[in-house]
């Protein structure tokens, strides 16, 4: 028996029908929403990491497996194991995985999966290299990856760098998209939390283009008095 199959074995054991249905009303899976592509068998994230513990030597092989899968849990699961591989692994498998994320993005298809994976493959990544990559992402006509893009930035920001959340939010400004919004300024509040003269400067320089829920998002930590003035400008 391959790896895959055992994984998908030991995820069958520990799936849960109700926890599965609370999911798809968690993500919005209707038709026409961004999550309508998604099934869950109802595995939390606590249990999947363990289960990724389990599996960490997984191939790459088996791994493309779990990401063409339509069952967001399998998926999820084979990140993890990515991001437990990047970790542990010299500079040219690095360099793999690296490739390996790039080229599966169109797998990487809701914010669960990227939120959990690319600051820590793509940001890790390229911390202290060329981040050109980030433009394209950022530009691209999938939702998901330019949410990839922003969310990369995490990483950086963790390293007290902050030009490419600044560059970046500042090309997602006007995207449309609310799951971006969201994502622009919940990396902004990061920021602010390590560097609040950078955000602030940011913010009285776009506040009254930001969209409001991006707005919200980057001053959720602010003064309650502060955070009022801010949302007067929109």
């Not at 960490?56 to 991001?83: D, G, H, K, W, Y």
Request: overall charge positive.
């Amino acid at each position: 028996m391959n790896i895959y199959k055992k994984i998908q074995l030991t995820l069958e054991k520990l799936a849960d029908p109700i926890r599965a249905h609370d999911s798809k009303r968690f993500f919005k899976v209707t038709p026409g929403a961004y999550a309508e592509h998604e099934q869950f068998i109802g595995i939390t994230v606590p249990v999947l990491r363990k289960v990724g513990k389990e599996f960490t030597t997984t191939p790459i092989a088996e791994l493309q497996l779990l990401l063409e899968s339509p069952i967001n849990e399998e998926r999820m699961l084979a990140l993890f194991i990515l991001v437990d591989q990047y970790k542990k692994t010299n500079i040219i498998e690095k360099e793999k995985i690296y490739q390996f994320y790039l080229k599966n993005t169109r797998y990487i298809n809701n914010w669960n999966l990227v939120d959990a994976s690319a600051h820590l493959i793509v940001g890790n990544h390229l911390l202290n290299t060329n981040k050109e990559i980030l433009l394209t992402l950022s530009k691209s006509d999938s939702m998901w990856e330019r949410r990839i893009a922003i969310v990369s930035t995490w990483f950086f920001i963790r390293n007290d760098q902050y030009e490419w959340t600044v560059k970046l939010s500042e090309i997602l400004l006007n995207d449309t998209h609310d799951l971006i919004h969201k994502s622009v300024g919940w990396m902004l509040r990061e920021m602010g939390k390590r560097d609040l003269k950078v955000l602030v400067e940011f913010l009285d320089q776009y506040a009254t283009q930001m969209p409001r829920t991006m707005l919200r998002y980057a001053i959720e930590k602010f003064p309650e008095s502060a955070r009022k003035l801010y949302l007067m400008k929109r």
